[in-house]
C-alpha cells in the first residue's frame, strides 16, 4: 500500500490497549463486543447500498440491484430480533436508537402537534427535548416551542413522584386527558426504574394516542427479562441502541407488537420515518453484527442482564456505604445497569469525572433531578454493562467502589485500578 497508514494504526493500537485492557469502564451508553460481532462487520457489505426493504419471492423492494446476499442476512436480522422480543413488527434498518426515534417523529408527528414526555433533568433524552428531533418536529417554522406550564401547546413533561425517580402514573393520566396530545413519550437515559407504561398505555388507547417506549438503554434489559417488557404492557413502538446492555453494533431497532388494526394505523409511520425518512442507505457492514450479536443474547442475554441488575445494586450499595451518595436509595438505587452518584459536594460531576479518568475509571457527568446546567451537574451516571460481560460480580463491584471512592477524595489509585482490571480481560457471556 502506497499510503502510509502506521500513524493511525498506532493510535488504534493504543485505544484498543487503554480501553480493553486498562481502563474500567462504566460509561452507560457503552459496551463490548465479542470477536464474531466485532469481526463480521469487515466485509464487502461496507461500500454497498441497499435501500428499501429485503426483496421477496415475486415481489420487487429494493431501489438497488445486486443485494440478494444483503437481503438473506437482513431477513434472518429481522426474523430473529422478532423471535428474541416475542414482537410482531420489527425494522432493523435504524442506524442507531436516536435515529430510531428521529423516524417515529418524522413518519408521525407534525408542526403543532402536542407531545408528553420525560424532561432531560428528569432523565429523559436529549431527543426528547425542545432542541432534539422530537421538539423541532413539532416547532412551526417562525415560532418558538412552547414548553410546559398551562397555556403551552407543544412539549409538556409527565409529572414525577417526590422522589423525582419515578412518573407519576395518575398525575400523567390526568394530564393526557387534558392535553390530548398526538404522542407520549416514556423511557430515558437515566434510567433506573421502569415506567408504568401499562396504567398510562391503558389510558391513552382509549384516547387514541401512541405511547413512544424507548428503550435505547434498557434495550438488552427486556430482551434477558429483567426490567420490564413495555410491548405486552402497551406501548406502541419500542426503539432501542443496539450496543448498550443490548451488546451489539452501533444500531438501532424499532419493534411493535400491534394487532392487524393498530399495525395498519401505526407501523407505516415507523416504516416512512426510516425510510426515506431518516435513513438512505443503513451501514450494511453492522447488519450482519446485529444478526451475531442476537443470536449471543437468544442463549446468554437472561443470566447477563441479571447479573448486570445485581451488579448495578452491589455498587449502589457499596459506594453509598463509603459515604459516597447513591441517589435512590429508597429503592434500592436501581433496576437497571445504571446508578446515580451525587458529586456534588466533591467538586461536581464534570470535575470528578475528569478526577476517576485520570484514574482509569471512564464514566460520564450527568444532571440530575433538579440540575439546571447540563455543563455543570451534581451528578454522575454510572453503567455495569461492560464490566459485567468480562466477569466482575458483586464482590469486584465492592472492590471498585472503594477505588472510586478513594478517587473522588483525591486519591491517586491508578495502579490498583488497572490491577484490578487485569483480572477481568476475558469476555463471558459470548
Known sequence: MNIDIHDIEEILARQEQWRQHQTINLIASENAQSEAVRRVQNSDFMGRYAEGHPNEPGKVNRYYQGTRYIDEIETLARNEILELFKARQADVRPISGNAANTAIALGYLRGGDTVVANSTDAGGHISHGPVG??????????????????????????????????????????????LSPQLVIMGKSLFLFPEPVREVAAFCRTKGIPLLYDGAHVLGLIAGGQFQDPLREGATWLTGSTHKTFPGPQRGVILGNLDEEGEKKFWPAADRGVFPGSSSNHHLNTLPALLVATREMKQFGHDYAAQIVRNAQALGRSLDALGTPVEARDFGYTKSHIIAVNVAQFGGGVEVAKRLEDNDIILNYNMLPGDEDPRNPSGLRLGVSEMTRYGMDEQAMGELAQLMHDAIHGKNVKDQVNQLRARYLEMHYA
Not at 412551526?140 to 403551552?152: F, H, M, P, V
Open 133 to 178: 428531533v422530537i421538539g423541532r418536529r413539532i416547532q412551526n417554522r417562525g415560532q418558538a416551542l412552547k414548553l410546559g406550564g398551562e397555556k403551552s401547546v407543544n412539549l409538556h413533561y409527565l409529572p414525577l413522584t417526590e422522589d423525582r425517580y419515578h412518573v407519576d402514573a395518575q398525575k400523567s393520566i390526568e394530564l393526557i386527558d387534558r
